[in-house]
């Protein structure tokens, strides 16, 4: 069973910023695809940032482009999303994934096998 926390998530006014973390505690990080969704309340899971098995390949959603940025730490089994210059509109609940082995950069959903448990940013105006 794998098991990913993801952290670093609260309140924060518009224009700051916040890092979060996803740690995987049973199940190496290492050679695998990782992503980032979140999902506004009513709304579907969005894609927000994938990075691939090497780190060597990123990929973002238009809407996030410039202002968040996503790295790995294969030794910590960690991977992590900076968000700079937060809007309103980036409030939602954010869920780090585990993709393929040796996968590239994936932005769907059914990419991915294993899901954390989430963690809510919220960004006032």
């Known amino acids: 069973q794998v098991h990913l926390v993801a952290s670093g998530g609260g309140l924060v006014q518009a224009g700051g910023s916040l890092r979060l973390s996803c740690a995987s505690s049973t199940r190496t990080i290492s050679n695998l695809a990782m992503g980032w969704f979140r999902q506004a309340p009513g709304a579907d899971r969005d894609f927000v940032a994938t990075?691939?098995?090497?780190?060597?390949?990123?990929d973002y959603a238009d809407s996030v482009k410039g202002r968040f940025a996503i790295s790995r730490d294969d030794a910590k089994n960690t991977v992590y999303l900076q968000m700079n210059s937060l809007k309103p509109e980036d409030t939602a609940i954010y869920y780090c994934?585990?993709?393929?082995?040796?996968?590239?950069?994936?932005?769907?959903?059914?990419?991915?096998?294993?899901w954390g448990q989430g963690t809510q940013v919220t960004v006032s105006s």
């Open positions: 990075i691939n098995w090497s780190g060597g390949s990123t």
């Open positions: 994934a585990l993709g393929q082995h040796y996968g590239n950069i994936a932005v769907q959903p059914s990419d991915y096998y294993y």
